[in-house]
């Protein structure tokens, strides 16, 4: 090897050594291959690979596979059976959608019927379980299905996540009256196991108001929706009117001027909706033993008596009519009429004149009166006044630090936007209301299709808020 060839030249040579060196050589001399002779007599050295050592051994060089080659189309060991082809779309047609008779503003009229006038919580999610009852029974309408009671509550408490029972149908039915046809069925598939469980009534639900339809669209489900929500809103409207003659004094609006509830009002409290009667299975009497024929005429027998208590009853008050005597005053304790008692009386309010009461009174309902009557552009329009004296004194600070008499309107809305946190847009509305309220101090000049706002400096700032207020009593005054 080479290393027992390298360190003769450091010892003595000995013959074992030598004969060993000459051996190496030659193997080395072997080993080599011979260069190569190219066209024209030039010869090209190969490089000498590098000694074989036992811990490394030669890396064969990896020949990587030929991708399989997929034949053209048009060749003959294509199969066509085996994998076919799509045709390609030489022309198509795109169909527009019809129009519709009606314009878009009277299709969709009732959607925007009401006021905005809030309903009870309680109301709210009644009206959320009618839109899902609406849904499903819909659906099922097109399957062909029968809809029981057992799979509108399943699917509807999927859809809400939120209890539904049979006495949301009751009131519906109250508030909706031909929104849904309620039925009592009996050996519907599906409802039984046992041939004893066939004779057994079902109630079930089909939508109402279909006429011609087999099902509603989108847009009817939609629309019942809002004519559900409207008599939830009329129910609610008769105990604001109950609560408003409860006032003292009473007070009288017509329903369709108020925009808003009573302040005192507690809308929330409204008793729940009453609940309709809805069919009941037919009554089946089956007797299988002779103690129950006995109850049953047990019970005919005792309903005749009380039919005949009942009748004489009724001529002994027709007697005490025609005698003269009122039944509202029956005498007790000897011939003495019973007197209510007399209303309880604040303490609070004892020995204040009557007078002043009732004009204090009278006014607070005149106050209340035109409150829930406001029209909401007005209303709008004071609480954008109420938040006017705040910018005003932004608006001042602003023009004196930068101590100039005219500044752009970007620039001064976005500093009031900072200041007071209310949004750009809704900064420039108030400025647009300020310049039309207060046009002696503040005006809007356009130079190179800029805008400026500029401002008086010889008003004062107490001045203006006196302004605003006076403007502000005026317009709740006239409204």
């Known amino acids: 090897s080479l290393r027992s060839y390298l360190p003769i030249k450091r010892r003595a040579p000995n013959s074992s050594d030598l004969s060993a060196a000459k051996k190496t050589r030659a193997d080395i001399s072997e080993d080599t291959p011979a260069p190569s002779t190219l066209r024209g007599g030039?010869?090209?050295?190969?490089?000498?690979?590098?000694?074989?050592?036992?811990?490394?051994?030669?890396?064969?060089?990896?020949?990587?596979?030929?991708?399989?080659?997929?034949?053209?189309?048009?060749?003959?060991?294509?199969?066509?059976?085996?994998?076919?082809?799509?045709?390609?779309?030489?022309?198509?047609t795109v169909e527009s959608p019809t129009k519709k008779s009606q314009p878009a503003y009277q299709r969709y009229a009732s959607l925007v019927a009401t006021g905005n006038l809030p309903v009870p919580t309680v109301y709210k999610v009644l009206c959320e379980k009618f839109r899902c009852t609406d849904t499903v029974v819909n659906m099922l309408g097109k399957r062909e299905e029968l809809c029981t009671?057992?799979?509108?509550?399943?699917?509807?408490?999927?859809?809400?996540?939120?209890?539904?029972?049979?006495?949301?149908?009751?009131?519906?039915?109250?508030?909706y009256p031909t929104a849904f046809v309620f039925r009592q069925e009996k050996g519907i598939p599906g409802t039984?196991?046992?041939?004893?469980?066939?004779?057994?009534?079902?109630?079930?639900?089909?939508?109402?108001?279909?006429?011609?339809?087999?099902?509603?669209?989108?847009?009817?489900?939609?629309?019942?929706?809002?004519?559900f929500r409207n008599g939830l809103l009329k129910i609610v409207m008769q105990h604001h009117k109950l609560f408003l003659k409860s006032r003292t004094p009473p007070i009288d609006v017509p329903d369709d001027k108020i925009t808003h509830w009573h302040p005192d009002f507690e809308f929330e409290k409204v008793p729940d909706v009453e609940e309709a009667e809805l069919p009941k299975p037919p009554l089946t009497e089956s007797y299988s033993t002779a103690k129950e024929v006995l109850a049953a005429a047990h019970e005919k027998f005792a309903a005749k008596l009380q039919r005949a208590l009942v009748n004489s009853n009724t001529t002994q008050a027709c007697d005490s009519v025609t005698s003269g005597t009122p039944p509202c005053h029956a005498a007790t304790n000897g011939g003495t009429p019973v007197v209510p008692p007399p209303c309880?009386?604040?303490?609070?309010?004892?020995?204040?004149?009557?007078?002043?009461?009732?004009?204090?009174?009278?006014?607070?309902?005149?106050?209340?009166?035109?409150?829930?009557?406001?029209?909401?552009?007005?209303?709008?329009?004071?609480?954008?006044?109420?938040?006017?004296?705040?910018?005003?004194?932004?608006?001042?600070?602003?023009?004196?630090?930068?101590?100039?008499?005219?500044?752009?309107?970007?620039?001064?809305?976005?500093?009031?936007?900072?200041?007071?946190?209310?949004?750009?847009?809704?900064?420039?509305?108030?400025?647009?209301?300020?310049?039309?309220?207060?046009?002696?101090?503040?005006?809007?000049?356009?130079?190179?299709?800029?805008?400026?706002?500029?401002?008086?400096?010889?008003?004062?700032?107490r001045s203006i808020i006196n302004k605003l207020e006076q403007h502000v009593q005026k317009l709740s005054k006239n409204s």
Not at 64 to 76: A, K
Not at 151 to 175: G, H, I, P, S, Y
Not at 201 to 227: F, M, N, P
Not at 374 to 399: G, H, N, Q, Y
């Open 42 to 92: 030039s010869i090209i050295k190969e490089r000498s690979q590098p000694p074989v050592t036992p811990s490394r051994a030669p890396q064969q060089p990896v020949t990587p596979s030929p991708d399989p080659v997929t034949p053209p189309p048009g060749s003959p060991d294509r199969n066509p059976e085996a994998s076919p082809q799509l045709g390609r779309f030489r022309s198509f």
């Open 149 to 175: 009671v057992s799979k509108l509550k399943k699917a509807v408490q999927d859809m809400m996540r939120r209890t539904f029972e049979q006495r949301n149908l009751a009131q519906m039915k109250t508030v």
């Open 192 to 227: 039984y196991t046992d041939i004893r469980e066939k004779v057994l009534y079902h109630l079930t639900i089909e939508c109402g108001e279909l006429g011609d339809c087999k099902w509603l669209d989108s847009a009817t489900l939609v629309e019942r929706t809002q004519t």
């Open 344 to 461: 309880p009386v604040d303490p609070a309010l004892v020995g204040i004149s009557p007078l002043l009461l009732e004009r204090i009174r009278q006014k607070e309902a005149a106050k209340v009166t035109a409150v829930m009557t406001r029209d909401p552009a007005v209303e709008k329009k004071l609480s954008m006044l109420e938040k006017l004296p705040d910018m005003c004194r932004i608006i001042k600070t602003f023009f004196v630090s930068e101590q100039k008499c005219a500044l752009f309107l970007d620039e001064v809305v976005s500093k009031v936007s900072e200041s007071s946190g209310v949004s750009k847009e809704s900064v420039e509305g108030h400025i647009h209301l300020l310049l039309e309220v207060l046009p002696e101090w503040i005006t809007r000049v356009s130079i190179r299709k800029r805008d400026y706002l500029k401002i008086s400096k010889n008003m004062e700032i």
